[in-house]
Structure formats: C-alpha cells, structure tokens
C-alpha cells in the first residue's frame, strides 16, 4: 500500500494556473476533506479525467481558491496509482495553503521525482523513459525537446527491447537444454546465434556513435573564446550574451580566469568559455589563467580564435594560431571590424575565417549559421540519440561483452565460457531500460528531478 504524497507540480513563481497534484492509495479520500464539488458529489464518486469546479478549503474551512479538481484511478494515472490533481489560480500563496491544508488531512509531502519514480516502479515507464522526463523538462532547444520527447514515448527502449529479448531467448536456450536433457528441446547450437550476436553489436555501436551528438544536444556546445590580450574576446562573449557579463577595459591582461556563459547562438547552445589572454607573463595570476585558458582549449568542442583585425599580426597571435590548428573544430574571427582592415583572411590557415565587430555585432550571424552546420548532427532528433553518460557507460559496456562473445565463438569456447559473456552484455543493458538497475543507481538518478514531477 502506497502512501499519500502531495507536492506542487508548477513550481514557486507567480502564473496563471498552479497544480498540486497527490498519488496514493487514499489521495481521492484526502482530497475529498479538503475540495467541496460545486455539484455537491464527493470525489469519489466522480467519473475519472473530468474536470469538476469547486472550492478548495482549509481546515478552518475557509475558501483557499476557487479551483478544478480531475481524479485519475489506477492504473490510468501517470504513476500508476490513484491520483488527483487541484488547478488552481496561480498565487504562490493559494498553493501553499492548498498543500498545507492537503497534509493536514493526511497527505506527506513528495520527494524529488517521486511521481515518475512512482511511475517507474509501477511499470508505467522503463529507465529510459523516466530519465527522459526530466531532460524534456530542462531542455532548452528545439532538438533537444524533440529527442527527450521521443525518449519518453519509448524510441530508445524499442531499439533496446529487440536486442535484450534476443539474449534472453539464448540463455534460457542454453540452460533449457542443460536443466532438462531428457526434454524434446532442439538442440544448442551456440555457432547459430553468431548471425544474431553480430547484428546487434553493429546496432549497439551505431547507438554509440550518437552520443557525440547527444552530449551537445543536452549540454551544448562548449566553446573556448581565446586570442592574445585586448583583442576583443570579452566584448564577443557580452555581445553573444546579450549583457556585459565581463568587465571590458583597454587594459591587456583584464580577464584572468576563465569565464563561463551560455548563450543562444542561432538555434545552438553555446557554453562560451571566455578566457584570459594567451601570452607569456610574469605575473604569477595571470599565468595560472593562461594556462587554464590552455586546458579550456584541449577541452572545448568549438575554438574561436579572436584577432585585432585593424592591426597587423603578431608572433603571439601565430603562437596561438599554431595551438588552434590542432583542434577539430575552429574558426577565426577577425574582430573590430569597423577600425579598418588590417588582417587579410588569407593570413590565416582556418577552413572558417569571418569578419566580425563585436562593439556592433556585424559578422554575428554569419557565425551562427556557421556554427550551426558545423555541429548538425547526421541522427535525427527523434528519441534514437544517446543523451545520457550514464546509458552510454552502460551500452558501451554491453557492446564490449557482445564482443568478447564473438571472439569466443571463433575462438571455439564452450557454451558456458561464452554465455558469461551474454549475460555481462544483459546486465549492462538492463541498467539502461531498469531491468538489472540497483537501488542505488535507481535513488541517483531521480535526485535529478525536481519536486513535484
């Protein structure tokens, strides 16, 4: 028997509507001593997904809010559960009376992710379904909304499920035979899965290969704007950011430390990494900057090189050319545009070099289409990505023991020696779906969520 939980779902800021909403066993009974149907009918009595209007009250029975209440019984509820939930007006101040007067009336107040851990639980969700909730809450592009959508309505646990059945199917074979020898079992034959083994590493691997893209898609594109001092790399970043988030002065050596934003560029997620002037100093601080400035670099996916186009180039500008050269991704700007040329893109050995003035955002857009091919993805964003470091461990770890499989079999293993294998690849596999996840794993992963979903 599950308790009653009761949290708001619409979060604390003032809005149109709030919901709090309750699961458990006796959520319609708790809710009825505190909801008053214009039609005088108790909630229990009320048909399921029907919106009915009434009066939300307090113990004192006072009117806390004019509001719509919809009961959903199991298991036709989102946590497979009882549930209901109150619309209210969105007052911050009516949603917390409305809660208070909910626990007073028996109802505990929900965890983090709670509800969908609830949903997971009762098999309305497998674990890729419920960690793609809360990506769809928290994303913040197109794509990355669609992926998680598509995650949620099963596209990843459909590529799996194909593949884990397969495997089942040739363990029970196997032990089927050795358990029951005097049963009529076709005989194991483990050289007649090799076909099988073979075809679902290549899917495994192919599902790896998306997670490049998947990484950028939930995180964005992390980008390192680097350049030799006072050539205009904190003036790029405020003039992306849209606002002066970094102090911006003709003083050289200004920024020494790195510092982090993101930013919309386009329809791209950027994590613009400002970073302190690359160039050889004396002064121990900035030092340590340009050497973060350096591991910002190696780590980054995208390199945006800055260079004062109105003054010719230095030694210390090719030294940091020679380092960008050395990245997959780069691209050159030549900033202060608006002073006159006197930088040629010729001068510069990038596959992508664009004029720019970051006082007046000339050449912004140009990089943002730029940007845009350069990191659109070949999968489409449809829920068949890899999002998650934790599913693509997991999947990467099925993918070896698949391997190990393979090689056995060539190598003439016995049965035994290589369903080891199998059932590694299993395992791995299950913690992605939540067929073989622990507790631990299981607790870890909804501390992601916020209250109330």
Wanted: net charge negative; charged share 25%; proline share 3%.
């Amino acid at each position: 028997m599950s308790h009653t939980i009761a949290a708001v779902s619409t979060g604390s800021q003032i809005s149109a509507i709030g919901i709090i909403r309750l699961s458990g066993d006796d959520c319609i009974t708790v809710a009825d001593r505190v909801f008053t149907a214009q039609s005088g009918k108790s909630l229990l009595d009320i048909p399921d997904r029907k919106l009915v209007l009434g009066v939300l009250r307090d113990r004192q029975e006072r009117v806390i809010d004019q509001c719509m209440a919809v009961v959903s019984r199991n298991p036709h509820s989102y946590t497979g559960e009882d549930t209901v939930e109150f619309h209210c007006h969105g007052s911050p101040a009516v949603l917390a009376a409305g809660l208070d007067a909910l626990y007073r009336a028996g109802a505990l107040p929900a965890k983090r992710g709670e509800y969908t851990k609830r949903a997971f639980l009762n098999g309305k969700l497998d674990l890729t379904q419920a960690e793609a909730v809360i990506d769809l809450i928290e994303a913040d592009t197109a794509d990355a909304a669609a992926n998680a959508a598509g995650q949620v309505g099963g596209v990843l646990q459909k590529k799996l499920a194909p593949i884990y059945d397969d495997l089942t199917n040739l363990c029970s074979h196997f032990h089927a035979v050795l358990d029951y020898p005097d049963e009529d079992i076709e005989d194991f034959a483990l050289d007649s899965y090799a076909s099988m083994l073979r075809s679902h590493a290549k899917a495994l691997y192919a599902l790896l290969q998306t997670y490049g893209q998947g990484r950028i898609l939930r995180q964005g594109v992390a980008a390192a704007i680097v350049g030799k001092p006072n050539v205009g790399k904190s003036s790029l970043l405020n003039a992306l950011a849209g606002y002066d988030r970094v102090i911006v002065t003709d003083i050289p050596g200004t920024t020494r430390d790195t510092v982090e934003e993101s930013v919309m560029l386009g329809a791209t997620r950027l994590r613009l990494i400002d970073t302190a002037g690359i160039r050889e100093t004396a002064d121990t601080v900035e030092a340590m900057g340009v050497q973060r400035s350096r591991e910002a670099m190696e780590n980054a996916d995208l390199v945006l090189f800055v260079c004062d186009g109105s003054q010719p180039l230095t030694q210390e500008d090719q030294d940091i050319i020679d380092l960008c050269l050395n990245h997959e991704n780069a691209i050159a700007l030549v900033n202060k545009s608006d002073l006159g040329a006197r930088v040629d893109p010729s001068d510069l050995p990038f596959m992508a070099v664009i004029s720019i003035c970051a006082k007046t955002g000339q050449g912004l857009d140009q990089l943002a289409d730029m940007v845009e091919a350069m990191f659109a993805g070949q999968a489409p964003c449809d829920g068949s990505i890899l999002t998650n470091a934790r599913q693509y461990d997991a999947c990467r770890r099925s993918y070896e023991a698949l391997l190990r499989c393979l090689r056995g079999l060539q190598l003439g293993q016995t049965p035994d020696a290589v369903l080891t294998d199998v059932e590694e690849a299993m395992e791995a596999m299950g913690e992605v779906t939540g067929a073989t996840v622990r507790e631990d794993i299981t607790a870890r992963i909804f501390e992601r969520f916020c209250v109330g979903k």
